[in-house]
């Protein structure tokens, strides 16, 4: 019933910048806390940054300074930009999101499919 759609994955060359995108859709009333996580190969997926729906926001310390979290309420779609991208940010990101079901008073947690960033020269 809700939906993930990643987008914005790719290639990138170090000290690069990419910005994911990631809309929730689907039988939804409201979509609550949402986020980015980052899975390298052979390492445990970890997060990268969150934000609320009041807009509040952590990261990960690997990346603060140089990834920002938003928001647009009004088309449930997080987003990620990221800026001087390192070789050790190479990982499959995740999108996450907390959504109400609409008619329902079920809170679920929804995984996107995850988009591949790959930073190398």
């Known amino acids: 019933q809700v939906q993930l759609v990643e987008s914005g994955g790719g290639l990138v060359q170090p000290g690069g910048s990419l910005r994911l995108s990631c809309a929730a859709s689907?039988?939804?009333?409201?979509?609550?806390?949402m986020g980015w996580y980052r899975q390298a190969p052979g390492k445990e997926r970890e997060l990268v940054a969150r934000i609320g729906t009041g807009g509040t926001t952590n990261y990960a310390d690997s990346v603060k300074g140089r990834f920002t979290i938003s928001r647009d309420n009004a088309k449930n779609t997080v987003y990620l930009q990221m800026n001087s991208l390192k070789p050790e940010d190479t990982a499959v990101y995740y999108c996450?999101?907390?959504?109400?079901?609409?008619?329902?008073?079920?809170?679920?947690?929804?995984w996107g499919q995850g988009t591949l960033v790959t930073v190398s020269s």
């Open positions: 689907g039988y939804i009333s409201s979509v609550n806390a």
């Open positions: 996450e999101a907390e959504a109400v079901i609409r008619y329902s008073y079920n809170d679920v947690e929804v």
